[in-house]
């Protein structure tokens, strides 16, 4: 079936850039499928645009705020158009790091514990033990992240005027610091149901995987599949597919872990789950279902095909 599919991308959120290449990669393969496409780069008249595409859906390749949130979601409920990936409520508690812990948490998904903190704290105190993780509660992509170690640079206490995301955020949330290792699972959603795609380990070149590390070229090495126990993984897809389905998620999710290779299966920690994974040529999703036989094409008409089958959304 021939389609109509209005791609939204861009936007103003930290994630701008990335989304562009989402939606840039995800316009072309609509295209090569078959169906007609309108690229929308999302300003504040946006609804306008959309109105006046009347596309049969919307492909969200939006990244972060408000894409990401519920803003966008909620809109075009309002408008009655349909769309992809999860909608409004999921989205609204997924972005948020706090409101994801009390959904998963209670259901026995391993997460770190931790506590809001006021960003002035910080200037007096330690808020928990080091080494922790501060990181913002509503954001993406590991923009905004600062791990406080005795060595850092941020001082002790952290030094009002160094650089970090206590300059940029109110509040903050600070976790322990889980050591060891990175993996990440997709979940792609749709007919038979949802299945878990693979595990992949992040190894950063330098440094943690942060922003830069996540979408610049050769920063970090992808092992997929990870390199680890068969416990490991089967844990890791068997929360992923948790997470998706407490969370409510439609589409595809990405869910983040940390993993102490020192604990086994009692070393593992869900971080967090992405409604909006990217689609780029470094994006882990894209490369997870190539690892299965898929196609990016064929993701892509995955995601739309359970969007026009999901009337209802969460």
Same mark, same amino acid.
């Given at each position: 079936?021939?389609?109509?599919? $209005?791609?939204?991308?861009?936007?103003?959120?930290?994630?701008?850039?990335?989304? +562009?290449?989402?939606?840039?990669?995800?316009?072309? $393969? +609509?295209? *090569?499928?078959?169906?007609?496409?309108?690229?929308?780069?999302?300003? @504040? #008249?946006?609804?306008? @645009?959309? &109105? #006046?595409?009347?596309?049969?859906?919307?492909?969200? $390749?939006?990244?972060?705020?408000? /894409?990401?949130?519920?803003?966008?979601?909620?809109?075009?409920?309002?408008?009655?158009?349909?769309?992809?990936?999860?909608?409004?409520?999921?989205?609204?508690?997924?972005?948020? !790091?706090?409101?994801? !812990?009390?959904?998963?948490?209670?259901?026995?998904?391993?997460?770190?514990?931790? =506590?809001?903190?006021?960003?002035?704290? +910080?200037?007096?105190?330690?808020?928990?033990?080091?080494?922790?993780?501060?990181?913002?509660?509503? #954001? /993406?992509?590991?923009?905004?992240? &600062?791990?406080?170690?005795?060595?850092?640079?941020? /001082?002790?206490?952290?030094?009002?005027?160094?650089?970090?995301?206590? *300059?940029?955020?109110?509040?903050?949330?600070?976790?322990?610091?889980?050591?060891?290792?990175?993996?990440?699972?997709?979940?792609?959603?749709?007919?038979?149901?949802?299945? $878990?795609?693979?595990?992949?380990?992040? !190894?950063?070149?330098? /440094?943690?995987?942060?922003?830069?590390?996540?979408?610049?070229?050769?920063?970090?090495?992808?092992?997929?599949?990870?390199?680890?126990?068969?416990?490991?993984?089967?844990?890791?897809?068997?929360?992923?597919?948790?997470?998706?389905?407490?969370?409510?998620?439609?589409?595809?999710? @990405?869910?983040?872990? =940390?993993?102490?290779?020192?604990?086994?299966?009692?070393?593992?920690?869900?971080?967090?789950?992405?409604? *909006?994974?990217?689609?780029?040529?470094?994006?882990?999703?894209?490369?997870?279902? @190539?690892?299965?036989?898929?196609?990016?094409?064929?993701?892509?008409?995955?995601?739309?095909?359970?969007?026009?089958?999901?009337?209802?959304? &969460?």
């Amino acid at each position: 079936m021939t389609l109509h599919v $209005a791609v939204l991308m861009g936007g103003w959120s930290a994630e701008r850039e990335v989304s +562009l290449l989402s939606g840039a990669g995800v316009a072309d $393969a +609509l295209e *090569q499928l078959g169906h007609r496409v309108t690229r929308i780069d999302m300003t @504040r #008249e946006v609804a306008a @645009r959309l &109105a #006046e595409a009347a596309p049969d859906l919307v492909f969200n $390749a939006l990244h972060g705020t408000p /894409g990401e949130d519920g803003s966008v979601q909620g809109m075009l409920d309002l408008m009655g158009l349909r769309y992809t990936h999860s909608g409004l409520a999921t989205s609204v508690i997924a972005i948020d !790091k706090v409101l994801t !812990k009390q959904a998963l948490v209670p259901h026995g998904v391993p997460m770190p514990g931790g =506590r809001v903190v006021k960003s002035a704290e +910080l200037f007096g105190a330690d808020p928990i033990a080091r080494p922790y993780v501060v990181k913002p509660v509503n #954001e /993406g992509s590991s923009v905004g992240i &600062a791990i406080v170690t005795d060595d850092s640079n941020y /001082g002790n206490p952290i030094g009002r005027d160094v650089a970090g995301p206590w *300059q940029d955020f109110e509040e903050l949330l600070a976790e322990p610091y889980i050591r060891g290792r990175e993996l990440t699972t997709a979940v792609l959603g749709g007919p038979p149901g949802n299945r $878990a795609l693979g595990v992949t380990e992040l !190894k950063p070149k330098t /440094g943690w995987y942060d922003y830069d590390a996540k979408y610049t070229d050769g920063m970090t090495e992808h092992v997929c599949p990870a390199d680890i126990p068969d416990v490991i993984a089967d844990a890791c897809k068997a929360l992923a597919l948790e997470a998706h389905r407490l969370l409510g998620c439609r589409g595809c999710s @990405r869910a983040d872990f =940390r993993w102490d290779d020192e604990r086994g299966v009692d070393g593992l920690f869900l971080l967090e789950v992405n409604t *909006q994974p990217g689609m780029t040529a470094l994006s882990l999703v894209p490369e997870q279902a @190539r690892h299965i036989g898929m196609t990016y094409a064929e993701l892509v008409q995955a995601i739309v095909d359970e969007a026009l089958q999901d009337g209802e959304r &969460a």
